[in-house]
C-alpha cells in the first residue's frame, strides 16, 4: 500500500528517522523524502523543511535530480518573497 502523504505528515516522519536506523522503514523515508523534495514551498516554514533535506544530501546530492528541481523551487519562492516585498514598497 503506498502512503498518501500530506506535507506536514512528510516532515514529521523524516524528522523522526532521518538520524534513526533506516533499515525498517526504508520505503516510508525515502518516499516522505521525495514528497519534500518534490514540494513547492507556501511558507517560509515549509522552505526551511526542503532546506533541511537539502542539507541531509550532502555534496553529492541525489542521483535523481529532485535536489536540484527543489533548489529551483525554493530559488523561485525566495525571489517571489523578494517582488512581494518591493511591490509593497
Known amino acids: 500500500m503506498t502512503q498518501k502523504w500530506t506535507f506536514d505528515a512528510a516532515v514529521a516522519f523524516w524528522r523522526k528517522h532521518h538520524n534513526a536506523d533506516l533499515e525498517s522503514v526504508?520505503?516510508?523515508?525515502a518516499a516522505a523524502e521525495a514528497f519534500i523534495l518534490?514540494?513547492?514551498p507556501r511558507?517560509?516554514?515549509?522552505a526551511e523543511y526542503v532546506f533541511d533535506v537539502l542539507l541531509e544530501q550532502g555534496p553529492d546530492g541525489r542521483g535523481d535530480g529532485r535536489d536540484r528541481k527543489a533548489l529551483r523551487r525554493l530559488h523561485a519562492y525566495v525571489l517571489s518573497l523578494?517582488?512581494?516585498?518591493s511591490a509593497a514598497a
Open 26 to 29: 526504508w520505503d516510508r523515508f
Open 38 to 40: 518534490d514540494h513547492a
Open 43 to 46: 511558507t517560509t516554514a515549509e
Open 82 to 85: 523578494h517582488q512581494t516585498r
